[in-house]
């Protein structure tokens, strides 16, 4: 999905595989970007709006915003020990991109770095043994690293400074996954540990971050992706003000209903009735 809604929304349509199809919300169109064979997914929007990385199998691909042009492969990791990629952000001057990486001999989801125009291999930023570590976002300043970890054996958002990483601050309070930046970079949005409630916090982050208390938004029965895709695939995204969602809501079983995207909006009515103002 896209993260700054330059283009409208950016997303995926399942049929006898995923494509990378694109959504104008104002005119209510859609477009298909890919007709490959393979399954294709987790796109991402350059800093820019010009480029949208996916990931196909274990390869990285950048298309034109459009869908013209040619396809570039930007890494072919079918002969290293990555499992799959996903490219998750991209640094302000589009020079660098951060991705995870599902680590086949540690069994592991990690943090890597790839600078954009050079044929080098990808960087180990966060692969910390056994330890799943992944989901990372980076602030829009450049300047702050989110991601999920276990390390506290329980699943929880924290943030690092980027590149060089320290001064560690733990982020969620009961669990958490799915770390979102705003546009502004002053709150984080996080999803609980059972994917239904929809999280905030305060971000202050100049010189080191003293982080606010976390707020519930929302809550609600929205996909979360099947067998591994559960753990790897981000299902949500925040427009520019901050104000609006867009996820994925499940359908019924019972009724045949098909998964469908949605808009989250009004949740601060909601968030007024859980917590009423003094």
Same mark, same amino acid.
């Given at each position: 999905?896209?993260?700054?809604?330059? %283009?409208?929304?950016?997303?995926?349509?399942?049929?006898?595989?995923?494509? *990378?199809?694109?959504?104008?919300?104002?005119?209510?169109?859609?477009?298909?970007?890919?007709?490959?064979?393979?399954?294709?997914?987790?796109?991402?929007?350059?800093?820019?709006?010009?480029?949208?990385?996916?990931?196909?199998?274990?390869?990285?691909?950048?298309?034109?915003?459009?869908?013209?042009?040619? *396809?570039?492969?930007?890494?072919?990791?079918?002969?290293?020990?990555?499992?799959?990629?996903?490219?998750?952000?991209?640094?302000?001057?589009?020079?660098?991109?951060?991705?995870?990486?599902?680590?086949?001999?540690?069994?592991?989801?990690?943090?890597?770095?790839?600078?954009?125009?050079?044929?080098?291999?990808?960087?180990?930023?966060?692969?910390?043994?056994?330890? %799943?570590? %992944?989901?990372?976002?980076?602030?829009?300043?450049?300047?702050?690293?989110?991601?999920?970890?276990?390390?506290?054996?329980?699943?929880?958002?924290?943030?690092?400074?980027?590149?060089?990483?320290?001064?560690?601050?733990?982020?969620?309070?009961?669990?958490?996954?799915?770390? /979102?930046?705003?546009?502004?970079?002053?709150?984080?949005?996080?999803?609980?540990?059972?994917?239904?409630?929809?999280?905030?916090?305060?971000?202050?982050?100049?010189?080191?971050?003293?982080?606010?208390?976390?707020?519930?938004?929302?809550?609600?029965?929205?996909?979360?992706?099947?067998?591994?895709?559960?753990?790897?695939?981000? /299902?949500?995204?925040?427009?520019?003000?901050?104000?609006?969602?867009?996820?994925?809501?499940?359908?019924?079983?019972?009724?045949?209903?098909?998964?469908?995207?949605?808009?989250?909006?009004?949740?601060?009515?909601?968030?007024?009735? /859980?917590?009423?103002?003094?």
């Amino acid at each position: 999905m896209q993260r700054d809604f330059h %283009h409208g929304l950016l997303g995926l349509i399942q049929a006898t595989q995923s494509d *990378i199809w694109s959504y104008d919300i104002a005119r209510g169109t859609m477009a298909r970007l890919t007709t490959g064979t393979a399954d294709e997914g987790d796109p991402l929007w350059s800093p820019d709006g010009g480029r949208i990385l996916f990931a196909s199998e274990n390869d990285l691909f950048a298309i034109r915003g459009d869908g013209t042009g040619e *396809i570039d492969r930007l890494i072919d990791l079918n002969e290293s020990d990555a499992g799959s990629v996903q490219p998750r952000a991209w640094s302000p001057d589009g020079g660098t991109l951060v991705i995870d990486l599902a680590n086949i001999s540690s069994q592991t989801m990690d943090v890597y770095t790839l600078t954009l125009g050079e044929s080098g291999e990808p960087e180990p930023l966060l692969a910390r043994g056994d330890l %799943h570590e %992944h989901f990372s976002d980076l602030s829009p300043d450049g300047r702050w690293l989110a991601y999920a970890s276990e390390v506290s054996g329980l699943y929880e958002v924290y943030v690092e400074q980027f590149p060089e990483l320290g001064d560690r601050v733990r982020v969620s309070t009961a669990g958490g996954r799915e770390p /979102r930046w705003s546009s502004d970079g002053t709150e984080l949005f996080y999803r609980s540990n059972d994917w239904r409630q929809m999280m905030a916090v305060e971000f202050p982050g100049t010189p080191t971050p003293t982080l606010g208390i976390p707020e519930l938004l929302f809550d609600g029965d929205y996909t979360i992706g099947r067998g591994f895709s559960a753990i790897r695939e981000r /299902r949500y995204d925040v427009t520019s003000d901050g104000l609006r969602f867009i996820m994925v809501k499940r359908g019924s079983e019972a009724t045949n209903e098909s998964d469908g995207l949605v808009w989250v909006e009004n949740w601060f009515a909601e968030l007024r009735d /859980r917590v009423p103002l003094p």
